[in-house]
């Protein structure tokens, strides 16, 4: 059993930066693909970055790439979504999830993944 929780959300203004934090309990966090997600209301959890076990690969979404990024410290079990020049449109709650297994072969699908967090709210003021 992988329990994830979440971290760092808070409302911020536009152009402002934050760093959201998944701690892992349960293994190794350098055995798991990392997954992000968000949820605006009224609206479905959409795809917003992910990164190989490995560190090796990393997906972003369009609407973040070049904004955001997500560094992971497997040793520690704790992993990052770095988020910079947020805009209003990045209002949401936030999710990790992870997905064990040596392969990461749908990262932008959330039913690959097999263990979530609770989620933490990020609000961007304009």
């Known amino acids: 059993q992988v329990q994830l929780v979440e971290s760092g959300g808070g409302l911020v203004q536009a152009g402002d930066s934050l760093r959201l934090s998944c701690a892992a309990s349960?293994?190794?966090?350098?055995?798991?693909?990392m997954g992000w997600f968000r949820q605006a209301p009224g609206k479905e959890r959409e795809f917003v970055a992910a990164?190989?076990?490995?560190?090796?690969?990393?997906y972003y979404a369009d609407s973040v790439k070049g904004r955001f990024t997500i560094p992971g410290d497997g040793a520690k079990n704790t992993a990052y979504l770095q988020m910079n020049s947020l805009k209003p449109e990045d209002t949401a709650v936030y999710y990790c999830?992870?997905?064990?297994?040596?392969?990461?072969?749908?990262?932008?699908?959330?039913?690959?993944?097999?263990?979530w967090g609770q989620g933490t709210q990020v609000t961007v003021s304009s």
């Open positions: 999830a992870t997905k064990t297994g040596l392969s990461l072969t749908r990262p932008r699908a959330r039913d690959e993944y097999d263990y």
């Open positions: 349960g293994r190794p966090f350098s055995n798991y693909h």
């Open positions: 990164i190989s076990w490995s560190g090796s690969r990393t």
